[in-house]
């Protein structure tokens, strides 16, 4: 199971996942590693907790185009 973006003609995707203070716990940048499993990157690592984070994809198209989507997924283990 993960977050992820899916779509057709996507050649780029970044994503930024926050917890409720605002602190990055989550990055990828790349169409091939776009795949929250619920863990915690950098210093912290391990799976993060239960609860709403914030999400901030940026999507770029074929025709160099930029999709921008912000949002919230709860993680429910």
């Not at 930024?16 to 499993?37: P, Q, T, V």
């Not at 210093?43 to 984070?53: K, L, R």
Request: hydrophobic share 30%; net charge negative.
């Amino acid at each position: 199971d993960g977050f992820n973006v899916k779509g057709i003609y996507i050649v780029n995707v970044d994503m930024n996942i926050y917890n409720r203070w605002g602190d990055l716990i989550y990055h990828s940048a790349g169409r091939e590693n776009a795949d929250w499993d619920g863990s915690v990157q950098g210093h912290c690592n391990g799976p993060a907790s239960e609860g709403v984070y914030v999400y901030d994809i940026s999507v770029k198209d074929v025709w160099g185009k930029t999709h921008q989507q912000y949002g919230h997924v709860n993680l429910i283990r």
